[in-house]
């Protein structure tokens, strides 16, 4: 079956634009996440979703960063104002269940990403 | 403030031999402990998941083992292969935040012929 995945794999774009990212789960999973990694680090939380709605949205940066899934399944993580700070690789994860089914059930899957470069 | 930390920061060894990456962590509540292995330009691949109550996992020629007194978490791989260079990633789940992940900076691998 298909993975998750992430469109586009890459994006240039110029400080201050508008870009959306998108991310598709695999089928049926209900929990959705997206991190940001910087080069040489470790994933960074950013939001997770738990069906249509945003369960923990604790890791966003600021308010120029948003995202929705609205029904349930494709996620889209939206930046405004673009900044070159903004320049990462983001990572979208969809697991089984979030808080619901017990610990081995959160297992995250990871999509392959979407690299950012602000210029 | 809940952290992972991991060691070394980077690792060269040749094929064949075997090598040992390390974590500790600062999480509570804990939840669970995973390792992933990231290839470069790709996503998170995940190796072995560890509960408080696991002491050790393996998963082929990979195996992690969890000390949760200590919160100190070993990954071992033996007889590596080339296909092993990557980046090793020690992840902490928080309990009761819907598996929100805390990760690790990660042990840059690479293994020489």
């Known amino acids: 079956g298909a993975g998750v995945s992430q469109t586009p794999s890459n994006k240039v774009t110029e400080k201050g634009k508008y870009v959306e990212l998108r991310c598709d789960p695999i089928?049926?999973?209900?929990?959705l996440y997206w991190y940001r990694q910087s080069l040489g680090q470790g994933p960074e939380f950013l939001i997770y979703?738990?069906?249509?709605?945003?369960?923990?949205d604790s890791g966003l940066p600021n308010d120029r960063f948003f995202a929705v899934r609205p029904e349930g399944s494709v996620s889209t993580l939206k930046i405004q104002r673009t900044e070159r700070g903004d320049s990462a690789v983001y990572l979208c994860?969809?697991?089984?269940?979030?808080?619901?089914?017990?610990?081995?059930?959160?297992?995250?899957?990871f999509g392959p990403g979407t690299r950012l470069t602000v210029l | 403030k809940n952290q992972v930390e991991q060691s070394p920061q980077s690792l060269i060894i040749l094929e064949g031999k075997n090598c040992t990456l390390q974590?500790?962590?600062?999480?509570?509540?804990?939840?669970?402990l995973r390792w992933y292995k990231q290839d470069t330009g790709r996503g998170p691949v995940s190796l072995t998941i560890?509960?408080?109550?696991?002491n050790t996992k393996s998963n082929g020629r990979y195996t992690a083992t969890l000390d949760a007194d200590t919160k100190q978490s070993s990954l071992h791989i033996t007889a590596s292969q080339l296909s092993d260079s990557a980046s090793y990633i020690c992840v902490v789940s928080v309990d009761n935040q819907g598996g929100k992940l805390i990760f690790g900076q990660g042990t840059e691998l690479s293994v020489k012929p």
């Open positions: 560890m509960t408080f109550s696991e």
């Open positions: 974590c500790n962590y600062t999480v509570s509540p804990f939840s669970n």
């Open positions: 994860a969809s697991s089984p269940k979030g808080l619901a089914g017990g610990q081995f059930h959160n297992e995250q899957f």
């Open positions: 979703f738990q069906g249509t709605g945003a369960a923990d």
């Open positions: 089928s049926g999973h209900t929990a």
